[in-house]
């Protein structure tokens, strides 16, 4: 008797890991991350040497985004979102940009521009931060579908590279109001629309749906 008691509490236990897996969303690599101690310029220091003209323009505009999504966060508590993750992620969203050829913002690497957000990735992975990563693979126009990268013939990995949770969606979001090139102006949202036009009309459609949600 004590043996089928034994069974039946050791079924129960199975039962409710299982349910706390799959209904709560819980990811085991994402644990790993949050025990792991993130500092973001830490990384960048790492990849952007002190005094320079490509670092000041990295970190300004990556404060610049950092900021408007952490008002953004501030004026919609309603959505819960993760805050030291929004503030480590914007910092880190354009790691990448020092391995492409862009010459008007002190970049002189080998890749097109747009390949900016995958390699950023691939860094943040190998530093051991795959959450953040996303934010950078995910953050170029208004998001990338992987039709939208087969149609235009796009130079970077063939996958769905759209930002799916709502830290993911707010820094890019954020990111569209800022240039490189001019470190001292916020965009409009006209200006802002336009900026991300020459990646389709699903780009600017969920561009405006997220002005509704976070505006």
């Not at 220091?45 to 320079?52: C, L």
């Not at 990556?62 to 919609?76: F, N, P, R, Y």
């Not at 990563?133 to 759209?162: K, N």
């Not at 990111?175 to 336009?194: G, I, N, P, Q, Y």
Request: charge should be neutral; glycine fraction near 4%; hydrophobic fraction near 40%.
């Amino acid at each position: 008797m004590n043996r089928k008691k034994r069974v039946k509490e050791f079924r129960v236990c199975i039962s409710v890991i299982f349910f706390v897996i799959l209904h709560k969303n819980i990811n085991f690599s994402s644990r790993e991350q949050k025990n792991k101690h993130m500092n973001p310029y830490e990384i960048i220091d790492k990849y952007y040497p002190e005094n320079t003209e490509q670092r000041q323009i990295l970190v300004i505009h990556s404060l610049s985004v950092s900021g408007k999504a952490m008002k953004i966060l501030d004026a919609h508590p309603e959505l819960r979102l993760n805050r030291s993750f929004v503030k480590e992620a914007a910092l880190l969203h354009d790691i990448g940009i020092f391995q492409t050829d862009a010459p008007a913002i002190q970049c002189f690497g080998e890749n097109p521009y747009i390949a900016h957000g995958y390699l950023g990735a691939e860094i943040l992975r190998a530093e051991g931060f795959p959450q953040h990563a996303l934010v950078c693979e995910r953050h170029t126009g208004a998001g990338l579908s992987l039709q939208d990268i087969i149609d235009q013939q796009l130079p970077i990995p063939h996958r769905e590279m759209l930002p799916v949770t709502m830290e993911e969606q707010l820094i890019c979001f954020a990111d569209k109001f800022f240039s490189k090139t001019r470190l001292d102006e916020e965009k409009t949202v006209e200006k802002a629309r336009k900026s991300i036009a020459k990646y389709g009309e699903e780009g600017l459609s969920r561009f405006d749906r997220w002005c509704s949600l976070f505006l």
